[in-house]
């Protein structure tokens, strides 16, 4: 169901009629139906590049069709960096990176031994405003300075608001 705009010119004494209410209706409809998608890793992911790529290109490529307007993007997940080095995360929408050229995000593991390999809880959600209308795809990139494990369990998801 689309999303129609509400009546707001009520006047004093006014009956609410039923289209009123089948107006209201719907457009909680719309509200529960906007466009979403998620993806929860089941197995590690090993990479070890130092140019941005696909993390999964299969699953960690969501798509969803808007009405237009603004996006949540999030991700969240265990990341395992081999010694102490760094890993870059980015979104890819439409086939844009929205990063620079150390993407929107720059984990680093600091303070430790370089023959650690030590597990980090990495996350962000990114607001991306004035989405234009129709459908849309989103996949999450990195790159890192060295051997790179993403533990499955991760998760990756898009919402229209």
């Known amino acids: 169901m689309a999303w129609t705009t ?9 009956l609410v009629a039923a289209s009123d209410l089948n107006t209201i209706g719907e457009n909680l409809a719309a509200l529960r139906n906007l466009g979403k998608a998620a993806y929860t890793t089941s197995e590690d992911i090993v990479a070890d590049t130092r140019d941005f790529t696909h993390i999964d290109g299969d699953n960690l490529n969501l798509t969803i069709t808007t009405a237009g307007g603004d996006v949540l ?10 010694r102490a080095y760094s890993v870059f995360l980015d ?7 929205l990063g620079g050229d150390d993407g929107i995000l720059k ?5 430790v031994s370089r023959y650690t390999h030590a597990a980090n809880l990495v996350s962000f959600t990114r607001l991306i405003q004035n989405l234009s209308a129709g459908s849309h795809t989103f996949k999450l990139q990195w790159k890192e300075t060295h051997s790179t494990t993403l533990k499955g369990g991760a998760q990756f998801w898009v919402r229209e608001i």
């Open 91 to 97: 979104i890819e929408v439409d086939g844009a990176r």
């Open 107 to 111: 984990h680093e593991l600091v303070g």
């Open 6 to 14: 509400p009546k707001t010119d009520w006047s004093t004494g006014e």
């Open 73 to 82: 993007v999030h991700f969240h997940g265990s990341i395992i960096l081999a």
